[in-house]
């Protein structure tokens, strides 16, 4: 007599079977679905994307001035500590799906979807231009979550997560602006 869980939607000798041949992919298993390459490639552009945040974010922390600086160098800084937290999620995510993050300062310019620009030093501006920023990757993420869906709901769930602090940065940005 078959067990119920071989009867059921899946067999269990035959997936064991599977888990077996490719057991050195680790948590990347034969059915899942996406394209790899693309996946690291997409993730890889998100990753550059948070490194350039945190630098953003960092230089803006060192000088902010005027009167109103303890209070937005405070944000700038919470803002730089959760982008760092994001960078790593990503780049943990990346090598958990057998990919390699890419944390080469040559080609981040090249691969990051926001800007950097260290010739801004007024603090208004400053702000205006990590709101840009933060609007950007909030439309970076809505289509990354997009395309991961249901495909892959580790890393949809985790870009959830970040999604939902850039929508925070970009609300405290702007009540900074007003």
Request: aromatic share 6%; charged share 25%.
């Amino acid at each position: 007599m078959k067990s119920t869980l071989d009867n059921a939607v899946y067999n269990v000798q035959n997936i064991t079977l599977e888990a077996k041949k490719s057991i050195k992919q680790g948590a990347v298993t034969p059915d899942y679905p996406l394209d790899l390459e693309q996946a690291y490639q997409l993730l890889n552009a998100v990753l550059a994307t948070e490194i350039m945040c945190v630098m953003r974010y960092r230089h803006h922390q060192i000088i902010a001035s005027g009167i109103n600086k303890p209070q937005v160098a405070a944000e700038f800084k919470e803002h730089a500590d959760d982008e760092q937290k994001h960078m790593m999620m990503i780049a943990e995510r990346i090598n958990q799906l057998g990919g390699n993050p890419d944390f080469n300062p040559a080609t981040v310019m090249q691969r990051t979807a926001t800007l950097y620009s260290a010739g801004v030093t007024d603090l208004h501006k400053l702000i205006e231009e990590d709101l840009v920023a933060e609007r950007i990757a909030i439309m970076v993420y809505r289509k990354l979550i997009t395309w991961f869906g249901a495909d892959d709901p580790t890393t949809r769930r985790m870009l959830e997560e970040i999604l939902k602090d850039e929508e925070d940065h970009a609300d405290d940005l702007s009540e900074l602006i007003k």
